[in-house]
T-cell receptor, first 113, second 114 residues
Framework: GDSVTQMEGPVTLSEEAFLTINCTYT??????LFWYVQYPGEGLQLLLK?????DKGSNKGFEATYRKETTSFHLEKGSVQVSDSAVYFC????????????FGTGTSLTVIP | DTEVTQTPKHLVMGMTNKKSLKCEQH?????MYWYKQKAKKPPELMFV???????INESVPSRFSPECPNSSLLNLHLHALQPEDSALYLC?????????????FGDGTRLSIL
């Protein structure tokens, strides 16, 4: 079936450090991939997306590349800020899943000054 | 600012109460969703409405009753809830039959059952 495996947290980084959160997927159809971010007390916000192989999604300094050969969609940021502290969810949907999204378990990131 | 609006933001209710959660979107989306989210966990899908018809019910107990009065509104009626139902309830919307489109989430209703 369709699923997402996400790097376990929590992750604690110093400000300006490099961030990588790993995400791999299994899909029976042709997936679209997403990263969502959830700040404390809020809902999920779309951070970036990629809809076909080799696409790179980017937003707010975050990037992720859709790698079909490794079935991965790792999230990266070159220099994190305290304001990036949040929970990050990788997600996928495919033409076979109807309107369903499959979410990873989430990775909690804390950035310390 | 989120484009999906949920009310109330917080709700405390007893196990014998009846209450409703409301969700509204004006993005023209024809698919709407209810999720339940426990702390530090991913959202769990409860219900999906597509073109105002219930298309997915993920074996949710009957004490949760969804309703989609029109293409912009989604309600979740609550009755005789249990303490384990305390959670953040998220509403989302998207274009149905468009797998490349993201779901847009509201900020949720934080529900506490006494």
């Amino acid at each position: 079936g369709d699923s997402v495996t996400q790097m376990e947290g929590p992750v604690t980084l110093s400000e300006e450090a490099f961030l990588t959160i790993n995400c791999t997927y299994t899909a029976t159809g042709y997936p679209s991939l997403f990263w969502y971010v959830q700040y404390p007390g809020e809902g999920l916000q779309l951070l970036l997306k990629a809809t076909k192989a080799d696409d790179k999604g980017s937003n707010k300094g975050f990037e992720a590349t859709y790698r079909k050969e490794t079935t991965s969609f790792h999230l990266e940021k070159g220099s994190v800020q305290v304001s990036d502290s949040a929970v990050y969810f990788c997600a996928l949907t495919t033409s076979n899943t109807g309107n369903q999204f499959y979410f990873g378990t989430g990775t909690s990131l804390t950035v310390i000054p | 600012d989120t484009e999906v609006t949920q009310t109330p933001k917080h709700l405390v209710m007893g196990m014998t109460n009846k209450k409703s959660l409301k969700c509204e979107q004006h993005m023209g989306h024809r698919a709407m969703y209810w999720y339940k989210q426990k702390a530090k966990k991913p959202p769990e899908l409860m219900f999906v409405y597509s073109y105002e018809k219930l298309s997915i019910n993920e074996s949710v107990p009957s004490r949760f009753s969804p309703e989609c009065p029109n293409s912009s509104l989604l309600n979740l009626h609550l009755h005789a809830l249990q303490p384990e139902d305390s959670a953040l309830y998220l509403c989302a919307s998207s274009q149905p039959d468009s797998p490349h489109q993201p779901q847009h989430f509201g900020d949720g209703t934080r529900l506490s059952i006494l």
